[in-house]
């Protein structure tokens, strides 16, 4: 069992991560003392699959308990559906000590951080990531948020888990698509952060596409100490390091939008996402070319698109001025002048943006 420290002062938290930890779990949330009633928010699948073994865990730890469940797409990321699961929370919440459970992948864990912070004005809740997605990235770091139909993530604030809980065996229930979608988040730690990293990546693929828990094990560790790490120094993006978090996610979030959150999944567009980003560094002089075809094929090796099909350029720019991290009119791209050398860009042309985009068509 892995053990790192998100180090944010008073709002400090662990994320343990392990093979077969789950019966461990009700040991940790008795530490925290943070309730004695679990409101669970997941899907159907994760509590037809998961969910007798955790209320089992749970019950066993003497915690009352309560699922609430949500449809398994990003289309569950909305301000309706939120307001629904607040309705049933409250209605549960009577004359109890009440906390969430986000139990499942990127989109369960954003929305039911999402209620936490706003419901009272802040409960505590917990992440129990079940995707390789959520293991490396989402579940850590407190960013909680629903879409609107112009973009991803607009509505929404930071506000920490207590405890992130990665149970690596869930992820023998990933079906190949979602392991690889996971992927294409480790790949930007890589990237980003991590020659170490990339070595593996390129060297290990059949292991880790073969689900060995050793392998995994590995890369949640690598990538969850990088974000961790992060978060540390900048918790709200506030300096601008954590910004580098974003590499691949500026185009990347404009498919997903464009695509109407059907074309492409969350780390397909991501993986997009990248090679639109590498060809800007390379367009740009801050890469070689040699080092945009390394990163598009440990890309393309993970099973994950390079091209960008049936959807319209026009619409997917149209969509990338609803970023967030855009300051007026002012776009801001992370980009990489190396492995492990990232690289915030503010002002580039749309010529450059469109033709990089345009590669990827």
Same mark, same amino acid.
Request: hydrophobic share 45%.
């Given at each position: 069992?892995?053990?790192?420290?998100?180090d944010l002062?008073?709002?400090?938290?662990?994320?343990?991560?392990?093979?077969?930890?789950?019966?461990?779990? /009700?040991?940790?949330?008795?530490?925290?003392?943070?309730?004695t009633d679990?409101?669970?928010?997941?899907?159907?699948?994760?509590?037809?699959k998961?969910g007798?073994?955790?209320?089992?865990?749970?019950?066993?730890?003497?915690?009352?308990c309560?699922?609430?469940?949500?449809?398994d797409s990003?289309?569950?990321?909305?301000?309706?559906?939120?307001?629904?699961?607040?309705?049933?929370?409250?209605?549960?919440?009577?004359?109890?000590?009440?906390?969430?459970?986000?139990?499942?992948g990127?989109?369960?864990?954003?929305?039911?951080?999402?209620?936490?912070?706003?419901?009272?004005?802040? %409960?505590?809740?917990?992440?129990?990531?079940?995707?390789?997605?959520?293991?490396?990235?989402?579940?850590?770091?407190?960013?909680?948020?629903?879409?609107?139909?112009? /973009?991803?993530?607009?509505?929404?604030?930071?506000?920490?888990?207590?405890l992130?809980?990665?149970? %690596?065996?869930?992820?023998?229930?990933?079906?190949a698509?979602?392991?690889?979608?996971?992927?294409?988040?480790?790949?930007?730690?890589?990237?980003?952060?991590?020659?170490?990293?990339?070595?593996?990546?390129?060297n290990?693929y059949?292991?880790?596409?073969?689900?060995?828990?050793?392998?995994?094990?590995?890369?949640?560790?690598?990538?969850?100490? %990088?974000?961790?790490?992060?978060?540390?120094?900048d918790?709200?993006?506030?300096?601008?390091?954590?910004?580098?978090? #974003?590499f691949?996610?500026?185009i990347?979030?404009?498919?997903?939008?464009?695509?109407?959150?059907?074309?492409? #999944?969350?780390?397909?567009?991501?993986?997009?996402?990248?090679?639109?980003?590498?060809?800007?560094?390379?367009?740009?002089?801050?890469?070689?070319?040699?080092?945009?075809?390394?990163?598009?094929?440990?890309?393309?090796?993970?099973?994950? &698109?390079?091209e960008?099909?049936?959807?319209? %350029?026009?619409?997917?720019?149209?969509?990338?001025?609803?970023?967030?991290?855009?300051?007026?009119?002012? #776009?801001?791209?992370?980009?990489?002048?190396?492995?492990?050398? &990232?690289?915030?860009?503010?002002?580039?042309?749309l010529?450059?943006?469109?033709?990089?985009?345009?590669?990827?068509?």
């Amino acid at each position: 069992m892995r053990r790192i420290k998100v180090d944010l002062g008073k709002r400090s938290y662990q994320i343990v991560i392990g093979i077969d930890i789950l019966n461990q779990l /009700g040991v940790y949330l008795k530490k925290l003392d943070i309730g004695t009633d679990a409101f669970i928010i997941t899907n159907a699948f994760l509590k037809n699959k998961y969910g007798s073994k955790l209320l089992e865990v749970l019950s066993g730890s003497g915690f009352n308990c309560h699922f609430k469940l949500i449809a398994d797409s990003e289309k569950a990321k909305s301000i309706e559906t939120a307001s629904q699961v607040i309705r049933e929370l409250a209605r549960f919440d009577q004359k109890k000590k009440v906390f969430i459970i986000a139990f499942g992948g990127g989109v369960v864990g954003d929305l039911a951080g999402f209620v936490a912070s706003v419901y009272k004005r802040g %409960i505590s809740y917990i992440q129990i990531p079940t995707t390789l997605l959520a293991q490396v990235d989402s579940s850590i770091g407190g960013k909680t948020a629903v879409d609107l139909d112009l /973009g991803k993530n607009l509505v929404g604030a930071f506000y920490q888990p207590r405890l992130v809980f990665t149970e %690596i065996n869930f992820l023998k229930s990933l079906d190949a698509m979602q392991l690889r979608s996971g992927m294409a988040e480790v790949i930007k730690y890589a990237v980003i952060k991590n020659q170490k990293l990339f070595n593996y990546l390129v060297n290990n693929y059949s292991a880790v596409m073969r689900r060995n828990a050793s392998a995994l094990e590995i890369i949640i560790n690598a990538c969850s100490r %990088i974000k961790a790490d992060i978060v540390t120094q900048d918790e709200k993006e506030t300096s601008g390091l954590r910004s580098i978090l #974003n590499f691949g996610h500026t185009i990347g979030h404009a498919i997903e939008a464009a695509g109407g959150y059907k074309s492409y #999944n969350h780390g397909q567009a991501v993986g997009l996402g990248m090679v639109v980003a590498v060809d800007l560094s390379k367009r740009l002089g801050f890469i070689d070319a040699r080092l945009a075809l390394k990163i598009r094929n440990l890309i393309k090796l993970y099973q994950l &698109p390079t091209e960008i099909k049936g959807i319209a %350029i026009a619409k997917i720019i149209q969509a990338h001025y609803h970023d967030k991290k855009f300051s007026g009119k002012e #776009n801001k791209f992370v980009l990489i002048s190396g492995i492990g050398k &990232p690289k915030i860009v503010r002002n580039i042309k749309l010529e450059l943006i469109k033709a990089a985009i345009c590669l990827s068509i």
